[in-house]
């Protein structure tokens, strides 16, 4: 069946530096992915997305990379500030149009 | 722009009783979704409206869920009668269009605890 999921629960890092959260999906079918950051108490906020038909694609401080080869996907936030501690989710959009969302990777930035 | 607004926040009830969520969504979002959200899980959707016409419930257990959005615009959920396992944070999020690349913007959630 079909699923999203992330590579670790959690992961902490050092204020300043880079994170890398990872996600790996399952259909070959899907065509976009999103990522969502989650703080406590709050709804998922909308980080970035990236469509099939790119490798690369970059915000704000936040990188997403895709490598449909091996069906996998990767969040690079530089710089990393104590604001970013949160959950991260990566997301599906499939061709049903319903977004499957992974179990989420719980980001901790130390001062 | 103002965000999706949900109500309550936070909501204990007991076992076989009955409970209700509402949503406001974004002015002018023509789709609305309702999520719920297990403790260290993912959002899992349980309803799709486009405007006032349900798309997707194929995820909402019908035997105790039921959900609305009448005039197109506001709508709530209700579960009849609560298990243990409803406690989750039950999120409301809308959208301009259901097209793949429509944002979902999301509110702040109730948080259900059935005891």
């Known amino acids: 069946g079909e699923s999203v999921g992330l590579h670790l629960p959690t992961l902490s890092v050092q204020e300043g530096d880079n994170s890398i959260i990872n996600c790996a999906y399952s259909n070959s079918a899907s065509d976009y992915f999103i990522w969502y950051k989650q703080e406590s108490g709050k709804g998922p906020q909308f980080i970035i997305d990236i469509r099939s038909n790119m490798d690369k694609r970059q915000g704000q401080r936040v990188t997403v990379l895709l490598n449909k080869t091996v069906k996998h996907l990767s969040l690079q936030i530089a710089a990393t500030q104590p604001g970013d501690s949160a959950v991260y989710f990566c997301?599906?959009?499939?061709?049903?149009?319903?977004?499957?969302f992974g179990q989420g990777t719980e980001l901790s930035v130390k001062p | 722009e103002a965000g999706v607004a949900q109500s309550p926040r936070y909501k204990i009830i007991e076992k076989r009783q009955s409970v209700a969520f509402w949503c406001n969504p974004i002015?002018?979002?023509?789709?609305l979704y309702w999520y719920q959200q297990i403790l260290g899980q993912g959002p899992k959707l349980l309803i799709q409206?486009?405007?006032?016409?349900?798309?997707?419930d194929s995820q909402l257990p019908k035997d105790r869920f039921s959900a609305e959005r009448l005039k197109g615009v506001d709508s709530t959920l209700k579960i009849q009668p609560a298990k243990l396992e409803d406690s989750a944070v039950y999120l409301c999020?809308?959208?301009?269009?259901?097209?793949?690349?429509?944002?979902?913007?999301f509110g702040n959630g109730t948080r259900l605890t059935v005891t």
């Open positions: 002015s002018g979002h023509a789709t």
């Open positions: 999020a809308s959208s301009f269009t259901q097209a793949l690349d429509s944002p979902l913007h």
């Open positions: 409206f486009q405007n006032n016409g349900v798309v997707d």
């Open positions: 997301a599906d959009l499939n061709q049903g149009g319903k977004l499957i």
